[in-house]
């Protein structure tokens, strides 16, 4: 049998041993399916137009000890790449697009590095998480530059009702310890809190191989050490009118291998915080306002060298929200300044980018439709226009057709702009059309969905080997842009409940490809799928994963392959009592040696065990 078709087959199997005597059942909707991120709004599921995912609090709590990004690759639409185990420099890719290509939320607040570009994923603690809530395709027009393909958007624990306790232990392979608590609650009507901690640390194995050449290759066992906090507290100042503080922090000690010998090692750390306040102002007009801090701290010991490069951000961001009937009318005002401090004074630098955007969602019995618009004024890169158009039309009260279409921009990162050697202060924007077509079904507890989209983008910032301008000072090549590409697909995902027994699924088929070499995107497959079971048996859960991809290429001339693979996760939960549970995790069950990219390992065949009190 097919070694990537192997896993499928036995978590098809387990399915089936599980449904033998399952009858489909339709579960109604739950009141809080809803999704934010999408439109700036609340917005039933059902009403978004944007394709997208929701990670529910369940799916992290079964996560156990994967990470973040080991959870995002389980999602339609995302590969990821990542330069060893947990706590290494990872990446997300939403439909064949760089990680610098998407945007990253922290309750609403905007997370990433102005330097090298996109979020630092592996300083994320997956421990602090509520619910994450993926939305695909550009959205430029709502969040500015760099949405081109997708939003992240990560919601942290809020509180309610009365004062509960949180905590959970765990354990694992290669040296793992996890350890979380937390307090939530409420005071009355008017006071909401939510404070969490964690700590987790793994002694791991080596990040490289011999692939990896002589410079860099080194055995010794690279861990990490990852603490974290998070708050989220509200105050009901008065009917239609509240005000609150939310933040995260982590701080990520991390080894890495850069030479034979040397212990090279990083220290992150992430810190967002944001105050807010919201007023309905009348019976039709809310007003949101919020000034954020998002930092992303970076120091290095490495066999070549120390250095220091910190990205600070503030964020101020005004939206109103007028309804008018069932149509929605914004108007948003946003500032954003971005400063580098660090050991390389070329990277000193900082920029303004003041933006105004407006956006109408209507809703007439069959019809949806929504338009935005928006304008980014740059103190760098100079101003930039983007706008969507979606319209979406209901076949049946299950069946909904969409299509749309927007355009998007990538600002350059102050490496491309101002690094020694390689940045061009010239450098503009990269920019990208985007239109696509999808077909929705929801009844009861099942959703299809099948998307085709075409993203094209030009204006592409790629390292040049000869830099046409300033060759004096660039001689071994630059920032540059030169490039056209081609992100295309058909997006498919599924998912139903038969009984006790819940069912997901996705495929990708997709062509990310360099139009200027008509070479594949590196590291993008042109198939990914998933798929997993959960069958629920009194107080136990049982689940499996699985995950494919196929081939890759690692460099962008396609000359060094990453071959296809294909995992399989087993896990369950047990309710030792009301409060307490038990977790246990197979990862990569099967054993499979695999690459996310040329040179670095991946974990093989592990183990999680854990204990779980005072979560829902």
Same mark, same amino acid.
């Given at each position: 049998?097919?070694?990537?078709?192997?896993?499928?087959?036995?978590?098809?199997?387990?399915?089936?041993?599980?449904?033998?005597?399952?009858?489909?059942?339709?579960?109604?909707?739950?009141?809080?399916?809803?999704?934010?991120?999408?439109?700036?709004?609340?917005?039933?599921?059902?009403?978004?137009?944007?394709?997208?995912?929701?990670?529910?609090?369940?799916?992290?709590?079964?996560?156990?000890?994967?990470?973040?990004?080991?959870?995002?690759?389980?999602?339609?639409?995302? %590969?990821?790449?990542?330069?060893?185990?947990?706590?290494?420099?990872?990446?997300?890719?939403?439909?064949?697009?760089?990680?610098?290509?998407?945007?990253?939320?922290?309750?609403?607040?905007?997370?990433?590095?102005?330097? *090298?570009?996109?979020?630092?994923?592996?300083?994320?603690?997956?421990?602090?998480?509520?619910?994450?809530?993926?939305?695909?395709?550009?959205?430029?027009?709502?969040?500015?530059?760099?949405?081109?393909?997708?939003?992240?958007?990560? !919601?942290?624990?809020?509180?309610?009702?009365?004062?509960?306790?949180?905590?959970?232990?765990?354990?694992?392979?290669?040296?793992?310890?996890?350890?979380?608590? +937390?307090?939530?609650?409420?005071?009355?009507?008017?006071?909401?809190?939510?404070?969490?901690?964690?700590?987790?640390?793994?002694?791991? !194995?080596?990040?490289?191989?011999?692939?990896?050449?002589?410079? $860099?290759?080194?055995?010794?066992?690279?861990?990490?050490?990852?603490?974290?906090?998070?708050?989220?507290?509200?105050?009901? =100042?008065?009917?239609?009118? %509240?005000?609150?503080?939310?933040?995260?922090?982590?701080?990520?000690?991390?080894?890495?291998?850069?030479?034979?010998?040397?212990?090279?090692? $990083? *220290?992150?750390?992430?810190?967002?915080?944001?105050?807010?306040?919201?007023?309905?102002?009348?019976?039709?007009?809310?007003?949101?306002?919020?000034?954020?801090?998002?930092?992303?701290?970076?120091? #290095?010991?490495? @066999?070549?060298?120390?250095?220091?490069?910190?990205?600070?951000?503030? &964020?101020?961001?005004?939206?109103?929200?007028?309804?008018?009937?069932?149509?929605?009318?914004?108007?948003?005002?946003?500032?954003?300044?971005?400063?580098?401090?660090?050991?390389?004074?070329?990277?000193?630098?900082?920029? /303004?980018?003041?933006?105004?955007?407006?956006?109408?969602?209507?809703?007439?019995?069959?019809?949806?439709? @929504?338009?935005?618009?928006?304008?980014?004024?740059?103190?760098?890169?100079?101003?930039?226009?983007?706008?969507?158009?979606?319209?979406?039309?209901? =076949?049946?009260?299950?069946?909904?057709?969409?299509?749309?279409?927007? #355009?998007? !921009?990538?600002?350059?990162?102050?490496?491309? &702009?101002?690094?020694?050697?390689?940045?061009?202060?010239?450098?503009?924007?990269?920019?990208?059309?985007?239109?696509?077509?999808?077909?929705?079904?929801?009844?009861?507890? $099942?959703? =299809?969905?099948? *998307?085709?989209?075409?993203?094209?983008?030009?204006?592409?910032?790629?390292? /040049?080997?000869?830099?046409?301008?300033?060759?004096?000072?660039?001689?071994?090549?630059?920032?540059?842009?030169?490039?056209?590409?081609?992100?295309?697909?058909?997006? &498919?995902?599924?998912?139903?409940?038969?009984?006790?027994?819940?069912?997901?699924?996705?495929?990708?088929?997709?062509?990310?490809?360099?139009?200027? /070499?008509?070479?594949?995107?590196?590291?993008?497959?042109?198939?990914?799928?998933?798929?997993?079971?959960?069958?629920?048996?009194?107080?136990?859960? &049982?689940?499996?994963?699985?995950?494919?991809?196929?081939?890759?290429?690692?460099?962008?001339?396609?000359?060094? #392959?990453?071959?296809?693979?294909?995992?399989?996760?087993?896990?369950?939960?047990?309710?030792?009592?009301?409060?307490?549970?038990?977790?246990?995790?197979?990862?990569?069950?099967?054993?499979?040696?695999?690459?996310?990219?040329? +040179?670095?390992?991946?974990? +093989?065949?592990?183990?999680?065990?854990?204990?779980?009190?005072?979560?829902?």
């Amino acid at each position: 049998m097919n070694l990537v078709l192997k896993p499928l087959a036995i978590s098809l199997a387990v399915a089936a041993a599980f449904s033998a005597n399952a009858s489909a059942q339709s579960v109604p909707n739950n009141a809080q399916n809803v999704v934010v991120t999408a439109g700036r709004q609340v917005q039933a599921a059902k009403d978004v137009l944007a394709d997208n995912v929701v990670i529910t609090s369940e799916q992290i709590a079964n996560a156990g000890s994967e990470s973040l990004v080991d959870l995002l690759q389980q999602q339609r639409g995302i %590969e990821i790449t990542r330069n060893g185990g947990a706590g290494t420099t990872s990446s997300v890719l939403m439909r064949g697009g760089s990680n610098a290509q998407n945007v990253v939320l922290i309750d609403g607040v905007r997370y990433s590095s102005s330097t *090298v570009g996109g979020a630092s994923w592996e300083t994320i603690p997956l421990g602090q998480i509520d619910h994450i809530e993926i939305v695909y395709g550009p959205l430029s027009s709502l969040y500015g530059a760099d949405a081109m393909g997708g939003v992240i958007q990560i !919601f942290t624990k809020k509180g309610h009702g009365p004062a509960a306790l949180t905590a959970s232990v765990g354990a694992g392979s290669y040296g793992l310890r996890k350890m979380q608590a +937390g307090v939530f609650g409420s005071s009355g009507n008017e006071f909401n809190y939510a404070l969490n901690v964690g700590h987790e640390n793994n002694i791991g !194995f080596s990040a490289t191989n011999p692939n990896a050449g002589k410079y $860099s290759y080194n055995a010794d066992k690279d861990g990490y050490k990852l603490d974290s906090a998070s708050g989220n507290f509200n105050w009901q =100042l008065a009917p239609g009118y %509240e005000a609150g503080v939310k933040f995260m922090q982590s701080r990520l000690n991390a080894q890495f291998d850069a030479g034979s010998s040397y212990d090279d090692h $990083s *220290v992150e750390q992430l810190q967002t915080i944001a105050v807010y306040g919201k007023a309905k102002v009348n019976d039709i007009w809310t007003a949101n306002l919020q000034v954020a801090q998002s930092n992303t701290l970076g120091y #290095t010991d490495a @066999s070549y060298g120390q250095s220091q490069i910190d990205t600070h951000q503030n &964020l101020f961001s005004l939206q109103n929200d007028i309804r008018l009937g069932k149509d929605v009318l914004q108007v948003i005002a946003e500032s954003r300044q971005e400063k580098v401090r660090g050991t390389t004074a070329e990277l000193n630098q900082k920029r /303004t980018t003041n933006s105004v955007a407006a956006s109408y969602v209507w809703k007439l019995d069959a019809h949806l439709a @929504s338009v935005s618009v928006r304008n980014d004024n740059s103190s760098v890169y100079g101003s930039n226009t983007t706008g969507s158009l979606a319209y979406g039309y209901r =076949l049946t009260p299950d069946w909904r057709v969409n299509a749309s279409y927007g #355009t998007s !921009f990538r600002a350059p990162t102050f490496n491309e &702009l101002y690094y020694p050697g390689y940045g061009i202060a010239s450098n503009q924007p990269e920019k990208a059309k985007n239109a696509e077509i999808g077909v929705y079904y929801e009844q009861g507890s $099942s959703q =299809l969905s099948a *998307v085709y989209y075409q993203n094209k983008a030009t204006n592409l910032l790629v390292s /040049t080997n000869v830099c046409p301008v300033q060759q004096s000072t660039h001689r071994y090549g630059c920032a540059y842009n030169v490039d056209k590409a081609t992100m295309s697909g058909l997006t &498919l995902g599924a998912n139903t409940r038969f009984g006790d027994l819940a069912l997901r699924g996705a495929l990708d088929i997709q062509n990310p490809v360099d139009d200027t /070499t008509g070479k594949r995107l590196a590291r993008r497959a042109k198939q990914h799928a998933s798929f997993s079971a959960e069958y629920t048996l009194a107080q136990a859960k &049982l689940g499996v994963e699985t995950i494919f991809s196929g081939d890759r290429f690692d460099n962008v001339t396609n000359t060094r #392959t990453l071959s296809g693979y294909s995992l399989m996760n087993l896990y369950g939960t047990y309710a030792l009592n009301k409060d307490l549970s038990a977790v246990a995790r197979w990862n990569n069950a099967l054993n499979k040696d695999y690459a996310l990219a040329y +040179g670095y390992n991946t974990p +093989g065949s592990n183990v999680y065990v854990g204990l779980n009190y005072g979560f829902k």
